[in-house]
């Protein structure tokens, strides 16, 4: 019968599904959902208004080149606008990025534990994962990450802040790193939680792209922004990986809406950062609290905290279930938990006590 089963590459054996945070379903007490690193508050009146108009014209297809929305980032991030490239979320990019660079044969560096779309994205261009270890500390080990890179290397991932420890690297590690990895390796800063970061000390990786043309730098509109139902985000990077990337793309994978949320978005930045500021403050709140209890919490620069709890990470997730709040745990590892609404981060820290306590 092996016949009749269509052929499917071997590389899609074995390979791990994406394990979305868990979704409240609507069942049973109220959950706030702290499993996503999504922005808890709704979407701003102007930008939902963009929505719904793009929404009476969805019967078209979208502007496949996101002319409008590439120069509004061009703009805005004073870069030229043909080193801008658009996607369905960063992730959606940095498939693209794969798909450019990464094939059978070729290794793909990335810290672990780090996103988890990482590995699966990799497997599916074919290409083999280099996982190097984060340190103790919960740190990208970058001088064992260089020390990784072969000939065989084509991409190689840092996230920064890196998800799901929180913990962002020093602009002058990165330098140190970026000037041992050699010009023709493609090194993907992925920032989606740039806009959380408030320590100096940490660089914007797009000063570091300009003169280095190796160096590209993903963004996402899903999480600081609060659009990751539409599905946007993009890359800086010099012209021949933006142009690999419009190769590469999903033809008119980017809605309308999405687009024009995106550059709504964008004009009403100022509305959207001082939110961005709010979820700060709740974050250094929810920091301290749990180093008060007790916790070792890695220093974060994003919209969620970690805690490393080993054996006991699925018995602390189910407690917070209970208790109300969905949280990320990885088995074995530790728990992220979003920086959410104070009610939700409440419930969460109330609960961290109690757990700590029977400790
Ligand atoms: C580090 C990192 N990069 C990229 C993404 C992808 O986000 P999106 O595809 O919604 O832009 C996420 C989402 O969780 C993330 O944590």
Redesign the pocket.
């Known amino acids: 019968m092996s016949e009749n089963i269509p052929k499917l590459r071997a590389a899609l054996d074995g390979m791990p599904s994406y394990k979305p945070g868990k979704r409240n379903t609507g069942d049973g007490p109220t959950a706030y959902k702290l499993s996503?690193?999504e922005n808890p508050f709704p979407p701003l009146p102007g930008v939902l208004e963009s929505v719904t108009g793009a929404a009476g014209s969805f019967n078209r297809y979208p502007d496949m080149a996101c002319a409008a929305l590439l120069n509004e980032l061009a703009d805005r991030f004073e870069v030229p606008v043909e080193h801008v490239a658009t996607g369905?979320?960063?992730?959606?990019?940095?498939q693209q990025l794969l798909q450019a660079t990464a094939g059978p044969g070729d290794e793909v560096v990335y810290a672990w534990r780090?996103?988890e779309?990482y590995p699966i994205i990799t497997q599916i261009s074919g290409a083999t994962s280099v996982r190097v270890p984060l340190t103790e500390g919960e740190e990208h080990d970058l001088d064992a990450m260089a020390d990784a890179v072969t000939d065989r290397t084509r991409l190689v991932f840092v996230?920064n802040?890196?998800?799901?420890t929180g913990v962002a690297i020093p602009g002058a590690d990165l330098e140190r790193f970026l000037d041992r990895v050699p010009r023709d390796v493609l090194v993907v800063l992925?920032?989606?939680?740039r806009e959380f970061v408030r320590d100096d000390r940490v660089v914007d990786g797009l000063r570091l792209y300009r003169d280095r043309p190796n160096v590209c730098v993903?963004?996402?509109?899903?999480?600081a922004y609060g659009l990751?139902g539409l599905?946007?985000?993009f890359a800086v990077a010099h012209e021949p990986v933006a142009a690999a990337l419009r190769k590469t793309a999903v033809p008119f994978g980017v809605s309308q809406l999405a687009q024009d949320a995106a550059v709504a978005s964008l004009r009403s930045e100022d509305a959207l950062l001082q939110r961005v500021d709010a979820l700060v403050a709740e974050r250094t709140r929810v920091f301290r609290r749990l180093r008060d209890q007790g916790w070792t919490v890695p220093e974060t620069q994003?919209n969620f905290v970690w805690l490393r709890l080993g054996d006991r990470t699925t018995d602390f997730a189910a407690a917070c279930e209970q208790a109300g709040v969905i949280i990320r745990p990885f088995a074995g590892e530790g728990v992220r938990v979003t920086v959410g609404e104070p009610e939700a981060n409440d419930i969460f820290l109330q609960t961290a006590e109690t757990f700590r306590k029977s400790l």
Do not use: I, M, Q
Not at 88 to 94: D, I, Q
Not at 161 to 164: A, G, R, T, V
Not at 190 to 193: F, G, H, I, W
Not at 218 to 223: D, M
């Open positions: 996503s690193n369905t979320g960063s992730v959606g990019v940095a780090s996103f779309a996230c802040p890196n998800n799901p992925d920032e989606a939680y993903l963004r996402t509109f899903s999480k990751a599905r946007v985000g994003a």
